[in-house]
């Protein structure tokens, strides 16, 4: 908050209002908005925060803009939730410079200098891409499929996104160890429309795709209509011809497509940041310190006559115990 004593044009802000602008990546999934419902609900007038919020439409330059806004504002926190890993060393500097915390929310900032950014929280992408992975390999050893048999396309996030590099990165490694054969890979943009549209184009290039890839809800979304007006059915029984749909996000959609078997698996990926980010904020007002890194535990979801083929996902969990959640 501002305070001006003598001078003519005093501003005050209410003494306990802090001031906080959040450039958020845009509208493009339904995790994205329930990331950004959870963050209006959480800085909210009654809990006494003026939000500046801005939609960058998932472009950069939009983000950069309102941050430099943000920093002519003079707020007292600026949140980012960033849409690509790089470009932001210059930026960040600038807040950096002017005083003010930057609280990164999401996917992540690869930047030069990590006190650019005074904490993150979000969820770990690669951990997601690998629990996919090994879920995946789980289901065909259950059902006796020889990985070369698996002909996968990966319908990837937007590209240079923590979200699609560590999805990405996870579903490769297992093509690595395991030897299953990936056809393609193309960005869905994370929307339902470009998730139809990529997944279109690639069963007119291939007749014998058997496992889809999306790397969020809505491109599977997308890739389910496009296989269905195609004739093909989804499913999770490869040996008699359905398409296995793996995803993320885990949404209210997604789930209810994992509970009638049109999607295999679902993993989890919590949006639900806003009380998160608020403690965080909490604690550097009352001047505490902060970890730098904060992630939040998630589970995977399969449909129930597939559960038996994932204990092999919960060796992946360093600590705890790690749940399958069967949905039945
Ligand atoms: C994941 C997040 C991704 C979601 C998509 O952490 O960045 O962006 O998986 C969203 O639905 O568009
Ligand atoms: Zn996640």
């Known amino acids: 908050m501002v305070a001006g004593l003598a001078s003519t044009s005093t501003v005050f802000a209410a003494e306990d209002t802090l001031t906080v602008g959040f450039s958020q990546v845009g509208a493009e999934s339904d995790w994205r908005t329930a990331n950004t419902e959870s963050m209006k609900s959480t800085f909210s007038e009654e809990n006494g925060y003026e939000l500046i919020f801005d939609d960058a439409q998932q472009k950069q330059e939009n983000q950069l803009t309102a941050i430099r806004n943000f920093i002519q504002q003079e707020v007292d926190y600026i949140l980012l939730a960033p849409v690509t890993e790089t470009g932001w060393d210059t930026v960040l500097q600038e807040a950096k410079d002017a005083g003010i915390p930057v609280i990164i929310v999401d996917r992540m900032v690869d930047v030069s200098d990590d006190s650019l950014y005074t904490s993150w929280i979000g969820t770990d992408a690669l951990l997601e891409g690998r629990k996919a992975a090994e879920w995946l390999n789980a289901y065909a050893t259950a059902k006796e499929i020889k990985p070369e048999d698996l002909h996968i396309v990966d319908i990837q996030g937007t590209i240079g996104s923590t979200a699609q590099i560590g999805r990405t990165q996870g579903l490769e490694e297992g093509v690595e ?13 994370f929307t339902q429309a470009k998730g139809q549209e990529v997944m279109e184009s690639m069963l007119k290039k291939y007749d014998n795709i058997n496992v889809v890839y999306c790397e969020n809800d809505n491109e599977a979304f997308g890739a389910i209509d496009a296989i269905e007006a195609a004739g093909k059915t989804v499913g999770s029984d490869i040996a ?16 209810t497509d994992t509970l009638n078997g049109k999607i295999a698996c679902d993993v989890e990926c919590n949006p639900l940041h806003g009380p998160r980010a608020e403690e965080l904020i909490k604690a550097l007002e009352a001047g505490e310190e902060v970890e730098k890194l904060n992630y939040v535990d998630e589970e995977i979801f399969a449909a129930d006559d597939t559960v038996a083929s994932v204990t092999a996902v919960n060796s992946l969990e360093e600590e705890g115990e790690y749940a399958v959640t069967p949905i039945t």
């Not at 008699?240 to 789930?255: H, K, M, P, R, W």
Request: hydrophobic letters at 35%; a negative charge; glycine letters at 14%.
């Open 177 to 189: 160890k395991y030897g299953w054969d990936l056809l393609e890979q193309q960005s869905g943009e």
């Open 240 to 255: 008699n011809g359905e398409i296995l749909v793996i995803s993320f996000d885990t949404t209210n959609a997604g789930l």
